[in-house]
């Protein structure tokens, strides 16, 4: 290696060792750590503990209803999660592009909603569901608005899809603007002069070509839908009940709210995390051969 290139690999690892450094200490650590005491049963107070092996993972699958009834919620959410707000930003990014004019314009508006926090936007959409629908509600026309938004489990659920789908659409659909402008202008124009419809060109055309785009937007919605937890937190708190209870709620409660089983809790934290990184292996392995393909 020449003392030119040196310089430039020295000056590069300089660059990249904050970022580094706290990747370390935020996030590698403490899943090293978290994945030790997933074997104990420490109460996240003491200095005691003792190793009780994988009786954790099993009391989590075996004998905890509430977690596995918090990963089911927790894969219908993600289910109904990844598909919706793909299939908006996609048929939003579409609408947008075939426009002639005012593109910034829809462009910036449909993005506002991802600069707001999300608790914040999160407790508007409160004061909506429990007070401006419920006054809509009074007028004739409009009494199938009566519903019980933030009361009734089945309900909230579709309440937290629809808050879901309204801040979490809007990174997608610049992802899927990028993809769609970069689809080469002779294709479209060769498809057109052969004779091919709208759906033909979605199917052919469209949708292969922005492969690569749907492969990294429902890999990014697998991973924050998964680690949901601000949103149902600010909507409806987990409840009534436990009824819109996410396993990050379940895993935050086993650790600090009385419970004070902080190994127990790292074991099903561990079990998140390999969910998530089985499911989002398996999407990104099919979906990359896709890519090849097209």
């Known amino acids: 290696m020449t003392r030119r290139s ?17 990747y370390l200490i935020f996030l590698v ?18 200095k005691t ?3 009780v092996g994988f009786s954790n993972f099993v009391e989590a699958f075996r004998e905890d209803s509430h977690f596995r009834a918090a990963i089911l919620f927790t894969a219908k959410y993600v289910i109904c999660a990844v598909v919706l707000q793909n299939a908006v930003a ?39 569901f429990s007070k401006v629908i419920p006054a809509m509600a009074e007028y004739g026309a409009l009494n199938f608005l009566d519903l019980s938004w933030l009361g009734n489990p089945n309900v909230s659920f579709w309440t937290i899809m629809i808050v879901s789908v309204w801040g979490g659409v809007g990174t997608l659909m610049l992802i899927y ?51 949901i937890y601000d949103l149902v ?22 650790a600090y ?7 127990y809790a790292s074991a099903k934290a561990i079990i998140l995390f390999l969910i998530i990184f089985v499911i989002t292996m398996i999407q990104v392995t099919v979906m990359k051969k896709r890519e090849v393909e097209a």
């Not at 650590?29 to 003491?46: A, E, H, K, R, V």
């Not at 709210?257 to 190994?263: A, H, L, P, V």
């Open 6 to 22: 040196a310089r430039a690999a020295v000056s590069l690892l300089l660059f990249v060792l904050p970022a580094f450094v706290l």
């Open 90 to 128: 996609l048929l939003l990014a579409m609408l947008i592009e075939s426009r002639r004019r005012a593109k910034g314009l829809f462009r910036t508006i449909f993005f506002m909603p991802n600069m707001l926090s999300v608790i914040i936007s999160t407790f508007m959409w409160v004061f909506v």
């Open 233 to 254: 937190y600010a909507l409806t708190g987990g409840g009534p009940g436990r009824g819109t209870q996410v396993i990050t709620m379940n895993i935050l409660e086993e």
């Open 177 to 227: 603007m990028s993809a769609i402008q970069g689809i080469p202008q002779h294709l479209k124009e060769a498809a057109i002069i052969d004779g091919a419809q709208p759906f033909h060109m979605l199917r052919y055309i469209t949708m292969p070509l922005i492969a690569h785009a749907l492969t990294i937007c429902i890999f990014l919605t697998l991973n924050s839908s998964f680690k």
């Open 49 to 51: 503990y003792g190793f």
């Open 29 to 46: 650590i403490p899943m090293i750590q978290g994945s030790y005491y997933s074997f104990t049963d420490w109460d996240g107070l003491n």
């Open 257 to 263: 709210q009385g419970n004070f089983r902080y190994g």
